[in-house]
C-alpha cells in the first residue's frame, strides 16, 4: 500500500507515522509519498504506451526540487510556465530539449532566455507572440520551434477560475485564426511550428471536453498538412482532474481511452502536460490545532496553524479537501468549521465538517495537497513558508527547510 493510510488509529504516509513525522519537522508542514507519485506517473506513462508520447510535469503544480528529480528519474520531461520554472527544471536535471516553455504572457526576457536554452517548443499563445520569437530568434540568427496554443472554446464544465479553453478566456489563439497564423509563419525565418496545443483548464473530470479539444487539434493539423504545414505534435495539455471526495473520476486509462482512438489516425506523437493528476495525492498538509471556540450552538471553530497561507485552494476555489485528525479519537462526533489562523473571515481550510470534538494540539491531516498546494503558498502576515518532507523507502526525509524570517527580510533593502 502506498500513500497516505491508516494504521491502527494511525495516519500513515507509506509506512512511516505522520506524527512522527511532524514531531521532528514541526507544522504546518507538507509531506510527499514518493512511490504515490512514481505510481501515478506510471499510471499515465503506461495508459499511453504503445504510442509515441512524451509527459512533460507541469511544474506549476508542484516545483519542489526533490520532487522533479525524481520524476525526471522516472522519464518525465517538463512544462515550464516561467522563467523561473525554466531555471528549475534545469537545476533539477532536466535538458533544455525536454522541456516544453507554455505561458500565456511571457516576457522578451523569458523567450529570449527559452530561444538560446533551445527548448523543445514554445507554445505561443498570441500571434504578437509569433512575432516577439521570431525576431529574437533571427537576431540570434537560429530558427526557434514553436507550437500554436489554440482556444478551442471547449467548455471543461471545470470552476470557473481554472477554466481556460473558452473564447472568453485569455488562453490561446482562436481556433479559425490558426491557418492564417500558419500561413504567416511560413514566411518567417525565426520560427518553425512543429506543434498544435490545447489546455482547456484542470480538474476537468468530465472526458468529453478533453476528447473535443483532441478532435479539434487533430482536425486542425490535417488541415495544415494540406497547407503545406507539417506539424510533428500535438500537445494535449494537462487538465485531468482527481477525486477529492471519494467519488468516482476517470483513471489514466480512461483518458487514454477516449483521446487515443481520436489522435491515432493522425500519427503525430503525443506530449501531455499533467501536474495535479501526478502529484496532487501524493501530498499532505500537517497542521496542529491552535485553540477551540464555539461557533453558535452546536459548532466549534477549529482553527489551525495552517491556513490560506499555506493552502488557498478552499478559499480561492472553494475547493474540498478531506480533513482528517492524524491519530482518531473516540472523541464524539463534532460539526467544526476548520480555519486557519490568518485575519481574513474567508480564510478556511474546510467548512461543515464532522470531526471527532477536536482538541488544541492535535494533529490533522489536510489530505490531496500536493499539487498546487505548497507553490501557492505565500508570507501574508508575515507567515513563513513551511517545511517539506519526502518519504521514500520507508525514511522520511527533509527536502525543504522551513522558512526563516531572517529569509523573508533578507530581500529588503
Ligand atoms: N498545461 C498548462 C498550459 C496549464 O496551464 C496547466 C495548469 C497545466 C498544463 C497543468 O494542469 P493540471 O494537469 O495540473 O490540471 N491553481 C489551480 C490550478 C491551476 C491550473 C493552471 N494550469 C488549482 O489549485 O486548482
Redesign the pocket.
Known sequence: MTGFYRQGSALVCDGVALDRIAAAEGTPLYVYSAATIAGRYRAIDEAFAGYPHAI?Y?L??NSTLAILRLLRGLGSSA?A?SGGEIDAALRAGFIPAQIVF???GKTVAELAQAIDLGVRTI?VESAGEIERVDALSRERQTRTKIAL?INPDVDAKT?P??S?GLKTNK?GIAAGDIKALCAHARGLSGVEVVGL?A?I????TDLDPLARAARALVGLSRELAGEGTRIEHLDL?????VSYDGSRVPTAQEYADAVLPIVRESGLAIVL??????V?PAGALLTRVVDVKEAGPDKLFVIMDAGMTEL??PM??N?FHRIEPVVQTDAPPTPCDVVGPLCESSDTLGKDRILPRPQAGELYAVLDTG???SV?ASNYNRRLLPAEVMVEDGKARLIRRRQTLDDVLALEL
Open positions: 512533460h507541469a506549476k503544480a512544462d510556465n507554455t505561458g500565456v507554445n496554443r470552476h477560475h481554472i481556460t488562453f496545443h489546455h483548464g484542470s480538474q476537468i495539455g494537462g487538465g485531468l482532474g502536460e499533467p501536474g495535479r493528476q501526478i496532487a488557498i485552494r480561492l476555489y475547493a499539487a498546487y498546494g501557492m
